[in-house]
Structures are given as C-alpha cells and as structure tokens.
C-alpha cells in the first residue's frame, strides 16, 4: 500500500509530490482531514504537516465532514466534491469519507511545523507545479 502525498508550503506558495510506502503509508493510516502527522512519514524529518484533504484511487474526494472511510452519495449545495453555478442549487453526489484507508489515492498536506534544514533540502525535487 501506498499514497501519494502533496506537500503545500504556505509560506513559499510551493506544492511538492512525493510517495509515501509500506512505513511511512502506515502512519497516515487511521487519521482524519484536520490531523497532525509528524514529518518523518514524508520524508521532512523535524516537520509537523496537517492533513487537509484528498481523493480516492478513482478519484473522488474526501470531504471533512463525512464521517468514516467509505464513499457515500450525499445531498450538497456546495464545498468539497461540488461547486454550483446557481445559489441554492443541491445536487446528490458520490464523496469519501474524511478517515484515511487503504483505499484512499491522495493525501494533500500543508506545513503546520518547520524544522531546521529548509524544505528544498529535505525533498531535493522540483516543485510540482
């Protein structure tokens, strides 16, 4: 099992990708949208990052106030998963739950804690962009 992880840096305006496996995928396991999860996961020794979001391996998206792990077909007006063009417009749409699973493709993350080695050290990639 494992996840990709993006890794925002509010400060720099940055998003980086990296692969979180076996160990590392362990550590997310269990956790929720909101979440603070010690960097070592991600390979950011010294860093603290919070869970802010995600999608599944087809592709639907966590939602963090839908509880559990599952993917429901909930009734939104808006937020995460739909955004309507009209006001007031509901509409009946398949999300995940906000849990972390083995089921979950993508975890998004930002930088709660900075540590002492600068971001671009720890991760020695390109941003993603």
Do not use: W
């Amino acid at each position: 099992m494992d996840f990709r992880v993006v890794i925002s840096d509010p400060q720099s305006g940055k998003a980086y990708q990296v692969e979180a496996k076996d160990a590392a995928a362990n550590k997310f396991l269990g956790r929720k949208i909101g979440d603070v999860v010690e960097g070592d996961a991600v390979g950011m020794t010294g860093y603290t990052v919070q869970i802010t979001g995600g999608s599944d391996r087809e592709g639907f998206p966590l939602r963090h106030d839908l509880p559990g792990s599952k993917r429901r077909k909930i009734l939104i007006t808006g937020g995460t998963g739909y955004h309507s063009l009209v006001k007031g417009c509901r509409r009946r749409k398949s999300v995940h739950g906000r849990d972390i699973s083995a089921d979950v493709g993508q975890i998004n993350v930002k930088i709660a804690e900075r540590g002492a080695k600068s971001v671009d050290e720890l991760l020695g990639a390109a941003p993603s962009e």
